[in-house]
C-alpha cells in the first residue's frame, strides 16, 4: 500500500487505525491489562473509575479495564472468524452462480432467497438453544447465516463484469476460465465485497454482543464486551461505568469497521487512486 | 482466386428476453436474418449499415460469443460449432476482436504490461515475452514507458491500440474490428486507419471491418457488405459499391455521406 496515497484517504487512516488499535489490544492482552480479567475480589466490588481501577470494577470485584482487553479478544475473534468464512463461502457461491449462469445460478439463487427469508437472530436464538455456546459453535452459526448477502452482491456484480469487453476479450485470447475469473472479474467485483465484509465484522460483532448480552453468546467467566454489558444492565446508574465502557468499545470498533471498508474501496479504485493522487 | 477464410451461410441470431415472468410468453427479437458471406485471406470486409442493423450481432457469433439460431459458420472449412478444445481456444487465438469502446476493452485493474503478458501465456518463458511485447508496441506505435500504466492513465488513442497490440500478439488470420474509429477524433482516425494499413501489411491477416461510416471504410475495404435491418442488401467491392450502387439504401448511404463529405466522392 502507498503511504502517501493512504495519508490521502481519511477514512481509511482513521479506520485503519481504530481497527489496528483493537486489533492490538486483543493480541497483546496479557501484556496490557493492569490486573488478571478473572482474579475476583469480594471486598471491592462496583467500584467506580478511580486511581487502581481506571474503568472500575464490576459485581465480583474484577477489574474492568482488563476485562474489556480481554473481552477484545473474544468478541472480534468471533466476528473476524465468522465473517472471514461467511465472505469466502458467499464469493465461492457468488462466483460460481455469476459465472455459469443459467440453472447452477437460478438453484443457488433461489437457495439464498429461502435462506434469507430466515429471520437471522431467532434463527441464531433456536440453534444456541440447543446447542452448548462455545465460541466455535457461535461462530459456525453465525456464519452459516450470513454468506448470502456477499453471494447476492458478488453475483450481481460478476454478472455485470462478465459482460464487459475486457472479459470477451481475454475469453477471445483463450484465457481459461479459472485465469479470467481470477485475474479478470475477482479483482474487478472485489471492492463491493471489501465493504461488505467490513459491514458484516461490524454487524457480527454488534449480533455477538447481543448474544452475550442475552446470555446465549460467549459464557461467563470468559470476558466479552457483550457480558460486561449484560452485567451493567443490573445497575445501570449505580453502576453506569460497565454499560458505559463496553458499550463505548462496540460503537467505536463497529464505527472503525465501518471507516476502514469505505476507505477501502476508495483506496482500490484505481479511479478514485488516481484522483487522490492528483490532489 | 483467394482462399476463403471463413464462410457464413444463412446466419440467423435471435434474441430472447432473459428475465420476465416465467408463464408469460416472451417475445424474440430477430436481430439477423439469413446472412450470407465470406472473408477471403489477405482482405479486408467491410459490413456497414446504422445502428441496430445487426452488424455486431454477426460479430459476435463470429467470435463465438452468440449461439446462431440458423445458419453455419465455417472458418478454414470448419464448422466453429464442431470444435471443442483445444481446437476451440486455436480457433478463439486465430479470430481476434478490437472492441469500438476503448473505455470498456481494458481490464482497469490490470497494468497495460500484465494485460499482454495474459495475451502472450503460451509462451513461458518471461523474457520472449517481453521481446515479444516489445515488438508488439514498436508495430502499433507504443511507447514502452506505458508498460506499467493502467487503462484510465492513457489517452482514447493509447487505449486504442494497446487493444490492437493485443489482438496482434497470438498473430491472429483475422482481425474484427467492431467501430474502431467511433469513439476517436478525426486526427487520431486518421492514425489509426494508417495503422491498420501498415499492421495488414506487416502481419498479412484479414479484416472484418464493421462501421456505419462508409467515409472511413473506403480507405481500408477490399469489398463491402451493406446491412439493413438484420439482413445484406447488397455485396461487391469497393469500387463498385461507390461507383455503381444498386440497392436504394447504398443509394441513401452514399448520398447521406455524400453531403456530409463532399471531398470522399
Not at chain 1, 459464557?219 to 451493567?232: D, R
Not at chain 2, 523474457?127 to 506505458?146: N, P, Q, T, W, Y
Request: net charge positive.
Amino acid at each position: 500500500m502507498n503511504f502517501l496515497q493512504a495519508r490521502r484517504n481519511p477514512s481509511l487512516r482513521i479506520g485503519a487505525a481504530i481497527v489496528a488499535l483493537v486489533l492490538l489490544c486483543a493480541v497483546f492482552a496479557p501484556l496490557l491489562t493492569p490486573r488478571d480479567p478473572y482474579l475476583q475480589n469480594l471486598d471491592n466490588i462496583l467500584q467506580p473509575p478511580n486511581a487502581a481501577h481506571l474503568l472500575g470494577t464490576d459485581l465480583y470485584g474484577r477489574d474492568v479495564l482488563s476485562r474489556l482487553i480481554y473481552g477484545t479478544r473474544s468478541s472480534l475473534a468471533v466476528a473476524m472468524l465468522a465473517s472471514t468464512i461467511a465472505v469466502l463461502s458467499g464469493l465461492l457461491i457468488g462466483l460460481i452462480a455469476g459465472f455459469s449462469g443459467g440453472i447452477v445460478d437460478r438453484i443457488l439463487m433461489r437457495i439464498v432467497d429461502v435462506l434469507l427469508g430466515f429471520p437471522r437472530l431467532f434463527i441464531l436464538l433456536l440453534a444456541l438453544g440447543f446447542g452448548y455456546p462455545s465460541i466455535w459453535f457461535i461462530v459456525i452459526v453465525l456464519a452459516l447465516f450470513s454468506w448470502m448477502e456477499i453471494a447476492r452482491i458478488v453475483r450481481g456484480q460478476v454478472r455485470v463484469v462478465r459482460e464487459m469487453l475486457y472479459v470477451k476479450a481475454a475469453q477471445a485470447l483463450g484465457l481459461s476460465n479459472a485465469k479470467i475469473v481470477r485475474k479478470y472479474i475477482l479483482p474487478n467485483v472485489i471492492g463491493p465485497v471489501i465493504v461488505a465484509a467490513a459491514m458484516l465484522i461490524a454487524s457480527m460483532l454488534i449480533v455477538e454482543s447481543s448474544l452475550s448480552f442475552l446470555g446465549l453468546g460467549i459464557q461467563p467467566p470468559e470476558a466479552s464486551w457483550g457480558t460486561i454489558l449484560n452485567q451493567g444492565r443490573q445497575y445501570p446508574v449505580a453502576a453506569w461505568w460497565l454499560s458505559t465502557f463496553a458499550g463505548i468499545m462496540i460503537v467505536v470498533t463497529v464505527l472503525g469497521f465501518h471507516l476502514l471498508g469505505d476507505g477501502l474501496r476508495n483506496y482500490l479504485d484505481p479511479k478514485t487512486r488516481g484522483q487522490q493522487a492528483e490532489k | 482466386m483467394k482462399a476463403k477464410l471463413v464462410e457464413i451461410r444463412d446466419l440467423t441470431i435471435r434474441y430472447r428476453p432473459k428475465d420476465g415472468p416465467g408463464f408469460r410468453k416472451r417475445s424474440v427479437f430477430e436481430a439477423v436474418r439469413a446472412v450470407s458471406f465470406e472473408i477471403f485471406k489477405g482482405e479486408t470486409l467491410a459490413l456497414v449499415g446504422e445502428s441496430g442493423s445487426g452488424k455486431t450481432s454477426v460479430a459476435m457469433a463470429l467470435l463465438g460469443f452468440t449461439e446462431p439460431a440458423q445458419g453455419s459458420i465455417f472458418y478454414d472449412a470448419m464448422d466453429i460449432r464442431s470444435l471443442a478444445g483445444s481446437q476451440m481456444q486455436k480457433y478463439r487465438r486465430s479470430v481476434q476482436p478490437v472492441f469500438q469502446d476503448s473505455a470498456n476493452t481494458l481490464n482497469p485493474r490490470m497494468t497495460v504490461g500484465a494485460m499482454m503478458e495474459d495475451s502472450l501465456w503460451p509462451l513461458h518463458d518471461r523474457v520472449s515475452r517481453r521481446k515479444r511485447i516489445a515488438e508488439l508496441f514498436d508495430a502499433v506505435g507504443l511507447d514502452d514507458r506505458i508498460y506499467r500504466r493502467y487503462s484510465h492513465q492513457l489517452s482514447g488513442g493509447q487505449k486504442q491500440r494497446v487493444a490492437l497490440a493485443r489482438a496482434l500478439a497470438p498473430r491472429p488470420e483475422l482481425l474484427v474490428l467492431d467501430e474502431p474509429f467511433s469513439a476517436q477524433d478525426a486526427s487520431i482516425q486518421i492514425n489509426l486507419i494508417q495503422l491498420l494499413r501498415n499492421i495488414k501489411t506487416t502481419f498479412g491477416c484479414s479484416y472484418l471491418l464493421i462501421s456505419h461510416d462508409l467515409h472511413l471504410v473506403k480507405f481500408l475495404a477490399d469489398r463491402i457488405a451493406i446491412m439493413k435491418s438484420g439482413e445484406i442488401v447488397e455485396t461487391g467491392n469497393c469500387i463498385d459499391i461507390f461507383l455503381r450502387p444498386v440497392h436504394p439504401y447504398t443509394q441513401l448511404l452514399l448520398k447521406r455521406k455524400a453531403t456530409e463529405f463532399p471531398e470522399s466522392t
